[in-house]
């Protein structure tokens, strides 16, 4: 490709909508433009990595077993009613009517479809098990777009549905995408981990995340040093070093106190000389339409995410102002569990073992310290219900967890028969029984996972893509385009690289050696070829690696050799 041919606006400044890494990258280098918020235009440039991580996907698919299909964007809203997702869905699907006033949606995933089409053509267990995919642009109308490609309001995704016959069957689906999607990530030469996510109140290991690290990760992920345990910080299990020797303990006598003002932990520990740990914190949760106080330790969270799953509730959230005044009688900042009646007390797993600790006395302005479980209060239940954090253990082998960030690129699960159950989708077994198909749903962001690629493999200067998402392998570099010596000895390059099937780019903008250096940089393809007129007349060329930086140089008779020596080192 001649870069004079191509449409690669790059830019020099930092455009100022973008905070992200990524984004600003990917607008730099040309490779996308946006058209509205969350909805952008992919380049030529841009377009070329799609496509690369599409074929990548497609491979490991399609090695794995499933087929390739394509399904429509708009779908009529009858099936969505069927599942009960028109209601459940909320202001994320963008829905509309046609010219008969009919109602339909642009699909944000296709499980209705999908099982639509399957319960219409398949009949018997011998069509089982199956495995259908697509690659299509989905619609989201996500409440904060942004971050360009990750988090879009339109965004191509690879979205997989298995359907099986047998719980060992779908087990099995599940296992082999979860092999395909380790394939594929890796193969796109990411660092990333499969972590256990949340599966909702169905429980079981059948829900992974796969993703990316990096710090500027929207998910927490804890994971074993040991590499025994990962999992979404929704899921990890909370569990934290017994403190030997700590029972049995003098019980102290409970006794108010008065607290002038002082809210939060931070202000109550500081006030009576005690750390964070020394308190137990009251949060008044709503549960569908019902109030639930949960106990914390001061320096810890509420996973709330947890506290659904245990309580098996639809609608969870911290209780508004109003309604921590009403059950409380006193204002936000004092709730505490000491003579409430009638609602519900779930304590989380670590504060069983405390001891003379401290909390609110649903009073203006008072604590009670001293406190003690059994004597003074008795939860319904202790349970894990708090964010996992630092020092917490893992659940094999007890080693101190790790914690980082990462971006779900993609994102695997077990759905049961949540849609066969809704949308009647069924098989006829062995015996002629009808049963309900088992399914799985299997999905990966594509321009997500190419603006992931983008935040862990760059440097100041631009992109360095991994080879095997680069749009090109090789650039060309002529520096003086008026010498035929050096325009020539390009030429056989090009010719030379397009017929052992290297994709080249070369630059024969007539523009200053410094601006197609820079660009060099920015477009980050992993090979740069610089020939110049001073180099050759010394009888070289000059070779860089874009990662390493590495420069060497080569006779030109000798350099198609290097070069494809060197794109089968550099990963
Ligand atoms: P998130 O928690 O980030 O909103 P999700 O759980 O809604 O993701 P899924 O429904 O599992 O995502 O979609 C499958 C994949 O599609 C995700 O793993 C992610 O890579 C990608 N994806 C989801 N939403 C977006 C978006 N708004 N823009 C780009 N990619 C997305
Ligand atoms: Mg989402």
């Not at 398949?122 to 690659?135: G, H, K, M």
């Not at 999607?181 to 909702?200: M, P, Q, S």
């Not at 079981?204 to 993703?211: A, C, K, N, P, V």
């Not at 809210?263 to 750390?275: P, Q, R």
């Amino acid at each position: 490709m001649l870069y004079s041919k191509m449409l690669l606006p790059t830019l020099k400044e930092t455009p100022a909508e973008a905070d992200l890494i990524s984004h600003q990258l990917m607008l730099r280098a040309g490779m996308i433009r946006n058209l509205a918020a969350g909805i952008y235009c992919y380049l030529p440039l841009g377009y070329k990595v799609i496509r690369k991580v599409e074929h990548i996907i497609r491979e490991e698919m399609n090695r794995a077993g499933a087929q390739e299909v394509l399904l429509p964007v708009l779908s009529p809203a009858e099936l969505w009613q069927e599942s009960k997702r028109w209601e459940v869905y909320g202001p994320e699907l963008i829905r509309l009517k046609d010219r008969h006033q009919r109602d339909f949606c642009l699909g944000p995933t296709h499980e209705e479809v999908i099982t639509d089409l399957v319960r219409r053509d398949v009949r018997s267990y011998r069509e089982l098990p199956l495995n259908l995919y697509q690659i299509q642009t989905k619609f989201r109308d996500e409440i904060r777009p942004r971050f360009g490609l990750m988090r879009a309001r339109e965004f191509i995704m690879k979205d997989g549905y298995s359907f099986d016959g047998s719980e060992t069957e779908a087990e099995e689906s599940y296992r082999r995408m979860y092999e395909a999607y380790h394939n594929i990530f890796k193969r796109c030469g990411l660092d990333f981990r499969a972590v256990e996510a949340d599966t909702g109140p169905i429980g079981g290991s059948f829900s992974h995340e796969f993703m990316v690290l990096a710090d500027m990760g929207e998910d927490r992920i804890v994971s074993c040093p040991g590499g025994d345990y990962a999992a979404n910080i929704e899921r990890a299990h909370a569990i934290h070093p017994q403190e030997k020797n700590k029972l049995p303990i003098d019980l102290r006598e409970l006794e108010q106190v008065v607290t002038p003002d002082m809210k939060t932990v931070e202000e109550v520990s500081a006030f009576l000389g005690c750390t964070a740990g020394d308190l137990v914190k009251t949060l008044v949760v709503q549960v569908d339409n019902e109030v639930v106080f949960t106990l914390l330790r001061g320096d810890h969270e509420i996973n709330l995410t947890k506290l659904r799953n245990l309580l098996g509730s639809e609608q969870l959230a911290l209780a508004d102002e109003e309604t921590i005044v009403r059950v409380t009688e006193a204002p936000v900042g004092f709730a505490g569990p000491l003579g409430i009646k009638g609602y519900k007390i779930i304590a989380d797993l670590a504060t069983k073992e405390m001891s003379n600790f401290v909390t609110g006395a649903n009073k203006q302005d008072r604590h009670y310290i001293n406190v003690n479980w059994e004597r003074d209060v008795i939860p319904a239940q202790y349970a894990d219900i708090r964010v996992a954090s630092a020092g917490d253990l893992c659940p094999h082998c007890r080693k101190p967890l790790e914690f980082s960030r990462g971006i779900e690129v993609g994102h695997i699960f077990k759905l049961g028969t949540k849609y066969s159950q809704a949308l009647r989708a069924t098989y006829l077994d062995e015996q002629g029984r009808e049963q309900l198909i088992i399914m799985g749903c299997y999905g990966i962001g594509v321009g997500r996972t190419v603006a992931a690629a983008i935040e862990q493999n760059h440097d100041q200067y631009g992109i360095i893509w991994p080879k095997a998402l680069a749009p090109f392998k090789v650039l060309l570099l002529p520096l003086d385009m008026a010498d035929q010596e050096v325009m020539n000895l390009t030429s056989e390059y090009y010719d030379g690289l397009a017929q052992a099937g290297i994709e080249c780019l070369l630059d024969d903008r007539d523009v200053r050696p410094g601006i197609k250096f820079k660009d060099a940089d920015l477009i980050g393809i992993p090979l740069r070829v610089t020939i110049g007129a001073r180099d050759l007349k010394l009888g070289t060329v000059e070779l860089k690696i874009r990662k390493t930086g590495q420069t060497l140089k080569s006779s030109p008779e000798q350099a198609p050799t290097t070069i494809k020596q060197l794109l089968e080192q550099v990963d």
